[in-house]
């Protein structure tokens, strides 16, 4: 029987890194054969200041960093690192940089849906490679119809301000823990590693604590353990 690894994952659907850390840790799960992996998505949001209309993605990144030949000189970094990862970054093509608490609350329950991964990968993709206004609640409803869901539900999950209470609890919960980056991931609800770390690294992590979850079982009783 394989050992059960479970990964907590706090990031922003407007994360580069979250993307590329994303991808990363898929590949090393993917080759980590020995193990099986649960995946949690949670939220964080980098910018919760920005209004619920968004903010045009170039004005937003000019007066950030001061101009837009300087957030393109910035992301150089993470574009490669896209680009080593399989990941196509066209911020050249985003229209608006939205506030992220809407898919935030679509992603909540997608995850008791059991679809949050596919639903994170399809709104990062959305965001970055094939970019779309995704302040825009009709773009958000025809990507959650490629999950069989209808704008009717897709629009009431929305509106509904009990799901915004718990996930702005959530995001406040794990800054109470000290996240303050994203990428931030959590594995058997012990182990936290912060940033798009590289495939080896995830693996190799994977190799350590499944030497301490050994350990840890050996120092325990079984029902038929002679010495307990």
């Not at 985003?94 to 506030?99: F, G, K, R, S, T």
């Not at 609350?105 to 709104?123: P, T, Y």
């Not at 495939?199 to 353990?225: H, R, T």
């Amino acid at each position: 029987m394989k050992e059960k690894i479970v990964i907590d994952i706090v990031s922003d659907v407007a994360c580069p890194w979250c993307y590329v850390g994303k991808k990363h840790l898929e590949a090393a799960m993917q080759t980590s054969t020995d193990f099986d992996f649960e995946v949690h998505w949670h939220p964080f949001m980098l910018d919760p200041n920005i209004p619920a209309e968004g903010r045009a993605f170039d004005a937003h990144f000019s007066k950030k960093f001061g101009s837009m030949e300087q957030f393109q000189k910035i992301s150089e970094r993470v574009i490669q690192a896209g680009e080593n990862a399989g990941i196509n970054f066209r911020f050249d093509q985003i229209p608006m940089v939205p506030n992220t608490l809407a898919l935030h609350k679509i992603l909540h329950i997608a995850s008791v849906e059991g679809i949050a991964n596919a639903v994170k990968g399809r709104f990062l993709n959305a965001y970055f490679e094939n970019p779309i206004d995704l302040t825009n609640d009709q773009n958000t409803c025809e990507i959650m119809s490629e999950f069989g869901w209808s704008s009717h539900k897709t629009l009431d999950i929305l509106n509904d301000a009990d799901i915004t209470q718990k996930v702005l609890t959530e995001i406040e919960n794990y800054k109470q823990m000290g996240v303050n980056a994203v990428p931030f991931f959590i594995i058997n609800h012990t182990y936290g590693m912060s940033g798009a770390q590289p495939v080896a690294y995830f693996k190799e992590a994977f190799k350590e604590i499944s030497m301490k979850m050994l350990e840890n079982s050996d120092a325990s009783c079984d029902i038929d353990d002679p010495n307990c």
